[in-house]
C-alpha cells in the first residue's frame, strides 16, 4: 500500500468522525456510544435456526444439492447490476459469527458499478440447510464453485471476511480458472495455528448454557470487541443469536457449530498462498488484536500477486464500520487487470 493511499484512508476516517461530531448536539457525545442493552430486550422473541423470518436485502434463493448422502440446499442473493452491466461478477463470503445479509453497502455500491453479485449463506449458517456432516474449507469452497456454476458464472472476484477470508482463499486455490480477483477483508488464520490452538475431538456432546443473560453478555463482548466506534444497526448480530437460542432447535445449531470447531485451526490455507497467482488483496481494519497489521503484511510479502490496504481506526468488520472506505477500496482494486 502506498503512503498517498494509507493517508487517504486516515483522512477518510477522521473526517467521517469529525462530521458526526459536528452533528451532535454539545453535551450528549456520550449518546454517541450507542451501547448494547444490559440485557436483551424483552421483546427479542425466538428466531427460526433457518432465519426465515429474518429478512434480507435482496430476494434469497436456493440451490438443491446433495452432499455426503444427504439432500441440502444453499440460501443466496444473485442481485442484477444497476444500470449498464459490465459483464463481471462478485461472490461474497461472510465470517463465523454472521450471514449474507451484511454484504448489504457492497452489494448496493457494486451492483451501482455495474457488477453482479452473488452472497450466499454457506451450509450450515443463516438461510442454509444444518446438516449433520463433516465440514471443511474445502468443502465450503466447492460449494461454491457448484453455486457459481449453477448461477451461469464460469469466473468471479472473490470476496471473504474472518473465516469466510479463508474460504475465499481455499477457493482461489482449488479454481484458480474461476477466481479473477481474490479479496479477504479482516482474514483469520493468517498464520499457521496448529500448534497453538491443538485439535479439539468431539464426542457428540454440546454445551447449552441454560442462562440466557450469561450467554447475552458473552455476545456483548465478543461484539464490542470487533467494532472501534459502535452503531445501533450492529444490534441485530445479538437479536438473532439471542432468538437462536430460544429456539426449539438451538442444540441442533451447536452440534453443527461444533462440528465445524476445529476449522479455523486445523484446516488452515497459509501453506495455499504460494501457489495463489491471483491479483489478491488483503484488506483490513487496522485495530483487529495486536498482530493483524503485522501478519497482514507477511501474508502479502508470501502471495505471489498481492496487495495490503488497512484502514486505521477501525476494527474487525470494516465493511460494516467503515463502508464508504471499504467500497472505494473494493471498486478500484477490481478495475485492476487479473
Known amino acids: 500500500m502506498t503512503i498517498e493511499r494509507q493517508a487517504l484512508a486516515q483522512f477518510s476516517v477522521a473526517l467521517s468522525l469529525l462530521t458526526a461530531l459536528a452533528l451532535v448536539p454539545s453535551g450528549s457525545l456520550s449518546a454517541q456510544s450507542h451501547q448494547p442493552p444490559s440485557e436483551p430486550p424483552a421483546e427479542w422473541g425466538p428466531i427460526s435456526i433457518n432465519m426465515e423470518a429474518i429478512e434480507y436485502p435482496h430476494p434469497v434463493e436456493f440451490m438443491?444439492?446433495?452432499?455426503?448422502?444427504?439432500?441440502?440446499?444453499i440460501a443466496y442473493m444473485d442481485v442484477s447490476p444497476v444500470g449498464p452491466a459490465?459483464?463481471?461478477a462478485v461472490v461474497f463470503h461472510h465470517g463465523g459469527s454472521y450471514y449474507g445479509w451484511y454484504w448489504e453497502k457492497q452489494i448496493e455500491a457494486l451492483t451501482n458499478e455495474g457488477y453482479r453479485v452473488i452472497v450466499k449463506d454457506r451450509l450450515g449458517w443463516g438461510k442454509s440447510s444444518k446438516p449433520i456432516l463433516p465440514y471443511s474449507m474445502s468443502l465450503h469452497a466447492s460449494n461454491t464453485a457448484r453455486l457459481m456454476e449453477h448461477a451461469g458464472v464460469s469466473e468471479a472476484a472473490i470476496v471473504g471476511h474472518s473465516i469466510g477470508g479463508q474460504m475465499a482463499t481455499r477457493f482461489a486455490f482449488l479454481y484458480p480458472e474461476m477466481t479473477t480477483h481474490l479479496v479477504t477483508i479482516n482474514q483469520i488464520g493468517l498464520t499457521d495455528s496448529r500448534a497453538g490452538r491443538g485439535y479439539r475431538p468431539f464426542d457428540g456432546e454440546v454445551d447449552v448454557d441454560p442462562d440466557l443473560q450469561r450467554a447475552y453478555e458473552a455476545d456483548v463482548r465478543t461484539e464490542m470487541r470487533r467494532y472501534v466506534k459502535w452503531k445501533p444497526e450492529f444490534l441485530d448480530h445479538l437479536r438473532i443469536r439471542h432468538g437462536q437460542r430460544l429456539s426449539g432447535d438451538w442444540p441442533r445449531l451447536r452440534y453443527v457449530r461444533r462440528l465445524g470447531g476445529n476449522l479455523r485451526s486445523m484446516d488452515t490455507v497459509v501453506d495455499d498462498w504460494p501457489h495463489i497467482r491471483t491479483k489478491t488483496l488483503i484488506l483490513g481494519g487496522e485495530i483487529d488484536g495486536?498482530?493483524?497489521?503485522?501478519?497482514a503484511r507477511r501474508a502479502v510479502e508470501i502471495l505471489p500477486n498481492a496487495e495490503v490496504f488497512l484502514i486505521p481506526g477501525v476494527g474487525h468488520n470494516p465493511h460494516e464500520e467503515a463502508p464508504d472506505i471499504?467500497?472505494?477500496?473494493?471498486?478500484?482494486?477490481?478495475?485492476?487487470?487479473?
Open 290 to 295: 495486536p498482530n493483524f497489521p503485522e501478519h
Open 86 to 88: 459490465n459483464g463481471r
Open 326 to 338: 471499504v467500497n472505494a477500496e473494493l471498486i478500484s482494486f477490481l478495475a485492476k487487470g487479473q
Open 64 to 73: 438443491n444439492f446433495r452432499v455426503y448422502g444427504q439432500d441440502v440446499r
